[in-house]
């Protein structure tokens, strides 16, 4: 089977949400209809009633996020966010590559979340699901003008990306970090350019992420990446080179995840690696399981993001040793939250 070009996913599994479809297994997508070879990026834009969405998982309380863009482009394999798109009629193989849903009216509807007497100054993460630097945002700026009402309103933010396109916006940055009002950090799964473009197509190189950590470090923005997801038996083994490299560009701290196939990113991933690593397939694919208590689909809490069982330990014992080497005693300063100016009016002075 063809697959097309410069894409994650080379299938477009059922919705699980149609009524009218057929139960399938994991092995049945090698029997189904050849997809387009060169699917266009469709841009679908939405006006939502809100915006900002806060967790209550044990995993992340009070974790509130921004994302100007369901969908994305990057077309990273392992996305946890595939399985969201079903939420909106669509498949969470190529569509969710190629159907980009735009919140156009998210800066106004984060300028009245602001001027709410309900709302209390805290932490917004940009990138909760889907990046917020994704090609789309060259063309929206979506994102550039939702981190200047931020600015304005001095409220804080912490941004997360694989896209050089957020050095567009340093300026908007370089000024909330003078006012403690900013962090950054980078996703850099491996340094490994042949592992990168296939299980992130339409990411930058590791080079350039590593150049972004570095020039944002240099405007005063705290920097930090996150090793996520660690896939086990593909690139666990670059943890400690990876933390050495971002260490030299200025970055602070690293955080990571395993990677979890859950829902039918599960079927997605296993086409993906015995398409592009049939060697280790199996290989990749236990181990998976094996950090996942036997299964690759992880739902647990306290243990789905980091995995249980020897090779999790392993994993978590790597990267350890390899953030005291590097990092020894950084860390990152406590953003502000006391700025606030509610209606968004710069003191005087």
């Not at 296939?198 to 923005?221: F, S, Y």
């Given at each position: 089977m063809e697959r097309p070009r410069g894409r994650g996913a080379g299938i477009n599994t059922p919705n699980k949400f149609h009524k009218l479809q057929t139960e399938y297994t994991s092995e049945d997508w090698q029997n189904w209809d050849e997809p387009d070879t060169n699917p266009k990026t469709q841009f679908i834009e939405d006006h939502?009633?809100?915006?900002?969405?806060?967790?209550?998982?044990?995993?992340?309380?009070?974790?509130?996020?921004?994302?100007?863009?369901?969908?994305?482009?990057?077309?990273?394999?392992?996305?946890y966010a595939r399985n969201s798109h079903e939420y909106w009629g669509f498949s969470a193989g190529l569509d969710f590559e190629t159907k980009i849903v735009v919140k156009k009216n998210a800066p106004e509807l984060l300028e009245k979340l602001?001027?709410?007497?309900?709302?209390?100054?805290?932490?917004?993460?940009?990138?909760?699901?889907?990046?917020?630097?994704?090609?789309?945002?060259?063309?929206?700026?979506?994102?550039?003008?939702?981190?200047?009402?931020?600015?304005?309103?001095?409220?804080p933010v912490s941004v997360l990306t694989k896209n050089a396109l957020i050095l567009r916006d340093i300026d908007v940055l370089e000024?909330?970090?003078?006012?403690?009002?900013?962090?950054?950090?980078?996703?850099?799964?491996?340094?490994?350019?042949?592992?990168?473009?296939?299980?992130?197509?339409?990411?930058?190189?590791?080079?350039?992420?590593?150049?972004?950590?570095?020039?944002?470090?240099?405007?005063?923005?705290?920097?930090?990446?996150?090793?996520?997801?660690?896939v086990p038996g593909l690139t666990d083994h670059e943890i400690p080179a990876i933390i050495k490299a971002a260490s030299e560009n200025g970055a602070r701290w690293a955080g990571y995840t395993v990677v979890r196939l859950n829902g039918v990113i599960g079927t997605l991933f296993e086409e993906w690696v015995k398409h592009h690593f049939p060697d280790r397939a199996d290989k990749i694919l236990n181990q998976i399981k094996d950090s996942h208590g036997g299964k690759v689909n992880d739902s647990r809490f306290g243990l789905r993001m980091t995995g249980e069982g020897k090779y999790a330990e392993h994993i978590r014992q790597l990267h350890s040793l390899a953030c005291r080497k590097y990092f020894k005693e950084q860390e990152l300063p406590k953003l502000d939250t006391s700025l606030f100016l509610r209606g968004g009016q710069m003191k005087l002075f």
């Open positions: 939502p009633k809100t915006l900002l969405s806060t967790s209550d998982s044990p995993d992340l309380r009070n974790f509130n996020s921004i994302n100007p863009y369901r969908g994305c482009e990057h077309g990273c394999i392992y996305c602001f001027n709410s007497r309900k709302w209390e100054p805290t932490t917004i993460m940009f990138s909760g699901n889907t990046d917020c630097y994704q090609p789309a945002e060259k063309k929206y700026k979506l994102t550039r003008r939702l981190l200047e009402i931020c600015l304005r309103y001095q409220n000024k909330m970090a003078k006012l403690n009002l900013v962090h950054g950090a980078v996703s850099i799964t491996s340094l490994n350019e042949d592992i990168r473009s296939t299980l992130e197509p339409r990411t930058v190189t590791a080079k350039r992420r590593l150049q972004v950590v570095k020039i944002l470090h240099e405007a005063g923005v705290p920097m930090g990446i996150m090793t996520a997801p660690i």
